[in-house]
């Protein structure tokens, strides 16, 4: 079972509601997908890590068979190339589309290597952790969630994919083969305005979902309201607690720390079973 | 002499833009003519490298002088290659920096900035 951890915004839980649902699981794999910052490892600290680098391939011109027609320039969306009385490319801009090679009518484009980050996996207590890290300046982490989904084993009964924040690209990417999207949202106007966003998402592509509304004081809040409204159901409430947001920020996992914590995860995974349980019943 | 300069609207009575890759207009002024130019800067809604394809857009209408308030790095390797002045504008009228710029007033832009770096599809 694949289960993606979403929010609008940062800080919001979505790295302490998947490190927490992976250490409460039996057997998971936990895939930090967030690859502009990823953090899960620094609660697992795992152990045996592999490294493997990930590159994309960006254009490298031939001079002497470039004509200066310029058909990649116009062709590139992101302007990436530009032309004088040489083409220029900018490899910091180029999103690896392949566009500029396939139509330059003079082949005097060909493909290179260009390393934009790394994978690491690695164990921690029987939890296999696997981080996407992209390099600072690169303008997509797409081919490296792409890579870290290859790392979706069927064979852990839960793969939790901790998501970038926000509804872009690179979030649409990481829940593609999510079997069901977890929002985090915190209780403010900020993070209702936020879960709207990554509400709109899942909907569009038809992903089973729940809100878990994370720093929780009382009803009256914009998020409730929100989930009210559009008849989003809510898997679970976290208390606003000092020693759980200190704890947390000590890296600590906390589940593993206290059981009354580890019991709210459970509780957790257990609902969100069940509703992938009866979504494949019903949607099959 | 060909000059251009980014601009908030197409009239000779404008001032320069703020802004060089996503400025609404540009003028295109001969200084032999004294004829002046306007047009839409076709890379203002550019998801990303608008500094580029805008530096493009000076190279290709055979510019000799630009006269900006700023100008990223990506943009200026453009406009260097084809050998294009880059000048530091006033912040004042369209007018004036023309007549700064004729008079030899104007200095080289120094302050080439790092660029914004948002290159669309993030």
Do not use: W
């Amino acid at each position: 079972m694949n289960i993606a951890v979403l929010s609008g915004k940062g800080g919001a839980g979505k790295t302490l509601v998947s490190v927490n649902l992976s250490e409460v699981s039996e057997n998971s794999t936990y895939i930090d997908c967030d690859v502009e910052e990823p953090n899960g490892h620094l609660f697992f600290k795992p152990d045996n890590i592999i490294k493997n680098n990930i590159s994309v391939k960006i254009p490298i011109v031939n001079n002497d068979l470039c004509e200066g027609c310029r058909t990649c320039v116009d062709f590139c969306k992101f302007n990436a190339l530009a032309y004088t009385d040489k083409l220029l490319i900018f490899d910091d801009i180029c999103h690896s589309c392949g566009g500029c090679m396939r139509f330059c009518p003079n082949g005097a484009l060909s493909e290179k290597e260009k390393v934009i980050g790394e994978v690491q996996k690695g164990v921690s207590n029987g939890i296999d952790v696997i981080s996407g890290i992209l390099n600072i300046g690169e303008p997509s982490g797409v081919p490296i969630i792409k890579e870290l989904l290859n790392h979706i084993d069927e064979n852990s009964h839960y793969n939790i994919i901790d998501c970038p924040p926000g509804s872009a690209c690179v979030v649409m990417e990481s829940i593609k083969d999510a079997d069901y999207c977890i929002l985090v949202s915190e209780p403010t106007v900020f993070g209702a305005h936020n879960l709207n966003m990554v509400y709109e998402l899942v909907k569009l592509f038809n992903k089973p979902h729940g809100v878990v509304i994370n720093k929780y004081i009382n009803e009256d809040n914009p998020t409730e309201k929100l989930c009210k409204e559009k008849n989003i159901k809510i898997l679970d409430r976290i208390p606003f607690d000092k020693e759980l947001g200190n704890l947390n920020s000590d890296g600590v996992i906390i589940s593993r720390e206290k059981d009354e914590y580890r019991e709210v995860f459970e509780s957790l995974l257990n609902t969100v079973t069940k509703e992938v349980k009866y979504e494949a019943i019903t949607n099959p | 002499m060909k000059l251009a300069m980014p601009t908030n609207t197409d009239s000779m009575e404008g001032r320069v833009n703020n802004t060089f890759g996503r400025s609404p207009y540009f003028l295109i002024y001969d200084t032999e003519t004294k004829e002046g130019t306007f047009f839409n800067n076709p890379a203002a809604a550019s998801h990303g490298g608008a500094g580029i394809k805008a530096a493009q857009v000076i190279v290709d209408k055979n510019i000799d002088a630009l006269i900006t308030p700023r100008c990223g790095e990506n943009a200026a390797n453009v406009l260097n290659q084809a050998n294009i002045k880059i000048y530091q504008s006033l912040n004042d009228t369209i007018r004036n920096n023309i007549s700064a710029c004729q008079e030899g007033e104007l200095s080289t832009l120094e302050n080439i900035h790092a660029g914004f770096h948002h290159h669309g599809g993030r």
